[in-house]
C-alpha cells in the first residue's frame, strides 16, 4: 500500500522541546525513522508528510495515497495534536489513531477524568482552578499535586508540584498561570505504586501487560517529574508483579477507560495503586510515543509478544478496517 507518514518535523520539535525534554526533538527523528522502516519491511512504499500549516494542501499533492500512519504531536504546540487530527478527518483518508474529540477529551485532563467516572473508573478528587481565587473544596484532601490542565510529557511538574496546605497550593496555581497561561488541574496526590497500561484495537480492544514504574525511594511518594523525564531516572518492570485479581482489575477499568473516549488503534493510560489496592487513573495519552526499546508503548507491546514490525502493520490494518466499517 501506499502510507504517508505524517510527522512533526524535527526543526520545530527542537523549539518546542526547549527546557521541556532534551531528548524530545531526537526522539521524534528516531521514532519517525523506525515506523519507516517497518512500514518498508512489511512491504508498503512509503512517503513522508511533514506538519504544517498547508497540511490539506500537502496530502491532496500526494498521488495514491491510501492510509496515513499519524505519528504528528501538533505543529507549534501539542494542543495542536487534536487540530491536526481534524484537518485527517477532513480528507477522508484512513489514517492510524483516534478521531479529534478522542484527542480532545484525552488533553483536557479533567475531561478524561470526568468520563472515566462515567463509566465507573476510579479517579482522584479533582478541581479546576481557572483564576486561583477559587476556595478549595471541602472535598480535597493533602496532599494534592497541581499541573497544568492540558500539558503532555509532565510538562509543568516539578518537585514541589505536590503540596501539603493552602499556601504552598496558591503559590503553585500562580506558577501554572504565569508560565503556561492555561487552567490548573489540582487533584488528590495517590501514595502507591505507579504503573502504565497500553490498550490496543477498537471495538474489542487488547489490554497489553502492564508495566510498572519504578521510582528510587520506596515510600510510594515518588512521581514523574519533567526532570526525571529528562533524565530518564526511572527503572521499568514489565510485566508488573502484581497479585492476579488486582492486574485483571486494573485491565478491566483500563479497556473501559478506553472505550469511554472512543479510543481507535492504541492509547496509554496512567495509573496509581493506593495501599489498600484500588487502581486510580490519572490519565490518557491518546498519541504514545512509538520509539522502538524506548517508549512505553512499544515495549509492552513487545511483552505481549509482537514484534515493532507486527506492531505498526496491525495499526495500519486496525485503521483500514475501522474505515471501511464506517
Known amino acids: ?34 515506523i519507516e522502516q517497518a512500514l518498508f519491511s512489511n512491504g508498503h512504499k512509503v512517503t513522508r508528510i511533514a506538519a504544517t500549516i498547508d497540511l490539506l494542501r500537502d496530502i491532496k499533492a500526494i498521488e495514491g495515497l491510501e492510509v496515513i500512519f499519524n505519528a504528528c504531536t501538533g505543529i507549534t504546540n501539542k494542543m495542536q495534536q487534536a487540530n491536526v487530527v481534524g484537518m485527517l478527518e477532513m480528507t477522508e483518508i484512513p489514517f492510524v489513531g483516534s478521531g479529534l ?14 468520563l472515566f467516572r462515567s463509566v465507573g473508573v476510579p479517579t482522584a478528587n479533582f478541581q479546576v482552578f481557572y483564576t486561583g481565587e477559587e476556595p478549595v473544596e471541602p472535598s480535597l484532601r493533602y496532599p494534592l499535586i497541581i499541573k497544568p490542565e492540558h500539558e503532555g510529557s509532565s510538562l509543568g511538574i516539578t518537585e514541589d508540584s505536590v503540596v501539603h ?3 504552598q497550593l496558591r503559590k503553585g496555581l500562580e506558577k501554572v498561570f504565569r508560565i503556561f497561561n492555561q487552567p490548573a488541574l489540582v487533584e488528590e496526590f495517590i501514595t502507591g505504586r505507579e504503573f502504565t497500561v497500553g490498550v490496543m484495537g477498537n471495538d474489542d480492544p487488547e489490554v497489553l501487560p502492564i508495566q510498572e514504574i519504578i521510582y528510587d525511594t520506596t515510600d510510594g511518594k515518588g512521581f514523574m517529574t519533567v526532570d526525571i523525564k529528562a533524565r530518564d531516572a526511572v527503572g521499568v518492570k514489565c510485566p508488573a508483579d502484581l497479585e492476579p485479581e488486582v492486574a485483571e482489575r486494573i485491565k478491566d477499568y483500563a479497556a473501559k477507560a478506553y472505550k469511554a473516549l472512543y479510543c481507535d488503534e492504541y492509547a ?17 495519552n491518546t498519541l504514545p510515543g512509538m520509539q522502538p526499546e524506548y517508549s512505553d508503548f512499544p515495549r509492552v507491546a513487545k511483552a505481549a509478544g509482537y514484534t515493532y514490525e507486527s ?13 471501511k466499517e464506517k
Not at 524530545?24 to 521514532?31: A, I, K, N, W
Open 165 to 167: 496546605d493552602e499556601a
Open 268 to 284: 496509554r493510560i496512567d495509573v496509581r495503586l493506593d495501599a489498600e489496592g484500588t487502581p486510580y487513573f490519572l490519565e490518557i
Open 1 to 34: 500500500m501506499h502510507v504517508g507518514l505524517l510527522y512533526t518535523p524535527a526543526d520545530i520539535g527542537k523549539k518546542r522541546d526547549i527546557s521541556i525534554d532534551p531528548h524530545g526533538s531526537e526522539q521524534m527523528d528516531l521514532t519517525v525513522k523506525a
Open 311 to 323: 506492531l505498526i502493520q496491525k495499526m495500519l490494518v486496525m485503521a483500514l478496517t475501522k474505515h
Open 101 to 114: 474529540s478522542t484527542h480532545i477529551f484525552g488533553l483536557h485532563k479533567h475531561i478524561s477524568k470526568r
